[in-house]
């Protein structure tokens, strides 16, 4: 089974500051996607940004770019010039070939500070 | 476009008595997801369709959850009796395919049924 790891529960970020959310994943899929999405307090599941495996460049979706590195089974999220209102939880997400479910990671909680 | 809409928003009740929760999803999206996401803990998928078919619900615990999707459009998840672990958010979710392993079926939530069982 895919596994998930996010391993910074919370983190702080002066705004404007860039931020590196962390996302490892273990899986023997040759073909898979990965996702992060962002949850405030509202409850609402957001979709950010998607990276395919066989995408040769970074996905980037305006200030959020995510890190792939495929050997190393990451896929870290990067927000650019963090604002107050990127405060919220922030899910990594796997979907492996032929799987028609998200496993998402426990998440990580970022706090922007004035 | 209408997003994933989802009612109650929030729901108490006692244990051992019942809950449904209704979604409706985005216009056109024949693949419907139920998830329930526990406090401090990422969604975790209990039911799936594709139109009005179960694909997956593996992960449903059959004894007192229950779902449907008449006409394959809206959808009702119930559960009864209930227990004090179904305390949660239930999301409902919903994609224009069954894969995700592309950009262009990516799964659109809902805000998300907040259940407390006291």
């Known amino acids: 089974a895919q596994k998930i790891t996010q391993t910074q529960p919370g983190m702080f970020v002066q705004e404007k500051e860039a931020v590196t959310l962390d996302c490892t994943y273990d899986?023997?899929?040759?073909?898979?996607?990965l996702f992060w999405y962002k949850q405030p307090s509202s409850g609402e599941m957001i979709f950010l940004i998607y990276q395919g495996s066989y995408d040769e460049q970074n996905a980037t979706e305006g200030r959020y770019s995510l890190n792939f590195q495929k050997a190393r089974k990451s896929a870290n999220l990067v927000i650019s010039a963090s604002q107050l209102g990127d405060s919220a939880m922030y899910f990594c997400a796997f979907s492996g070939a032929g799987s028609y479910q998200l496993t998402f990671g426990k998440g990580t909680k970022l706090s922007v500070i004035p | 476009e209408a997003g994933v809409a989802q009612s109650p928003r929030y729901k108490i009740i006692e244990k051992r008595q019942s809950v449904a929760f209704w979604c409706n999803p985005i216009?056109?999206?024949?693949?419907l997801y139920w998830y329930q996401q526990i406090l401090g803990q990422g969604p975790k998928l209990l039911i799936q369709f594709q139109n009005n078919g179960v694909v997956d619900d593996s992960q449903l615990p059959k004894d007192r959850f229950s779902a449907e999707r008449l006409k394959g459009v809206d959808s009702t998840l119930k559960i009864q009796p209930a227990k004090l672990e179904d305390s949660a958010v239930y999301l409902c979710a919903s994609s224009f395919s069954r894969s995700t392993s592309s950009s262009g079926n990516t799964i659109y939530f809902g805000e998300g049924s907040w259940l407390t069982v006291v």
């Open positions: 899986t023997s899929d040759q073909s898979y996607g």
């Open positions: 216009s056109g999206h024949a693949t």
